[in-house]
C-alpha cells in the first residue's frame, strides 16, 4: 500500500485529524444501474430529512469546518466535498454521475459526512503527505481549474500537490482507464465512525467495482 503520512505542522494545528485509506483494484465503468438504484433509494430518503442547518451541524461536517478554520481556510468560501455534495442533494438535484468507483465514493461521502479523496494509484509518484497548502502553490482542481489552495489541508507526492478535501485534482482523476484505486477519508473528529465508513465504502466497491487485493490502514 502506499505509504502515507500527516505533515507535523497540520498534526500540531489539528491533533483529531485521521485518515481512512483503502486501496484497490478495480474495475471502471461509466454505467452501473444497480449502484443508482441504491444511490436513488438512499436520496429519496436524505433529501427529505436535509436542510442547510441540519447539514452544518452534522459531526463530521461541522468538526471539518472548525479544521478548515483552525487551519486558515474560510469553509464557506471553499466548502469542503462533503457539505457540497449534501447540499447539492438537499436541494433535490441529485448527484453528478461519473463513473461507478467516483460516484460509490460519493455515496459513501454523504451517507457519513466525511469529505473523501479518491484517486488513481498509477498516477500518484512515491509516498503521500498530507500538510497545508502554500501561497501560489499550483493545483488544477476537477471542473474548476486553478485553485487557491493555500491554507487548504492538501496531499501531495513527489510531482506535488494532487489531492484536498475541497476538489481533488485533475492528475489523478478516475478515469475510465483507472484499475488501481486509492480513496482516503478525512476524518476531523478522530477515528470515531471512521471505521464503519470505511467498511461501508469496501463493501461498495466489492459489490459495484469487483474490488479486490484489498488493503486498508487508519493513518
Avoid at 31 to 55: A, G, S, T, V
Avoid at 117 to 141: D, F, M, R, S, T
Avoid at 162 to 188: E, H, V, W
Amino acid at each position: 500500500m502506499i505509504n502515507i503520512l500527516i505533515e507535523e505542522e497540520l498534526k500540531s494545528t489539528w491533533p483529531d485529524l485521521k485518515l481512512g485509506a483503502i486501496q484497490c483494484d478495480v474495475e471502471t465503468q461509466e454505467d452501473c444501474p444497480e449502484l443508482w438504484k441504491e444511490i436513488n433509494e438512499f436520496i429519496e430518503r436524505k433529501e427529505k430529512e436535509l436542510d442547510p442547518e441540519k447539514i452544518r451541524q452534522l459531526p463530521s461536517v461541522k468538526s471539518t469546518k472548525l479544521g478548515y478554520r483552525k487551519i486558515g481556510k474560510d469553509p464557506s468560501r471553499y466548502r469542503p466535498s462533503a457539505e457540497a455534495l449534501l447540499r447539492r442533494v438537499a436541494s433535490g438535484k441529485g448527484l453528478y454521475k461519473i463513473n461507478n468507483v467516483v460516484d460509490l465514493l460519493n455515496l459513501v461521502s454523504i451517507d457519513s459526512g466525511f469529505s473523501i479523496g479518491g484517486y488513481n494509484a498509477e498516477k500518484i509518484n512515491g509516498e503521500v503527505q498530507l500538510g497545508i497548502g502554500k501561497k501560489n502553490e499550483p493545483y488544477e482542481g476537477i471542473g474548476r481549474g486553478e485553485l487557491n489552495i493555500e491554507f487548504l489541508p492538501i496531499f501531495r507526492d513527489e510531482l506535488g500537490a494532487f489531492g484536498s478535501p475541497t476538489s481533488d485534482s485533475n492528475r489523478t482523476a478516475i478515469t475510465k482507464n483507472c484499475t488501481q484505486f486509492l480513496m482516503i477519508i478525512l476524518s476531523f473528529q478522530g477515528d470515531i465512525d471512521l471505521q464503519k465508513t470505511m467498511n461501508f465504502a469496501v463493501s461498495l466497491l466489492q459489490k459495484h467495482a469487483k474490488a479486490n487485493n484489498i488493503e486498508t490502514q487508519i493513518i
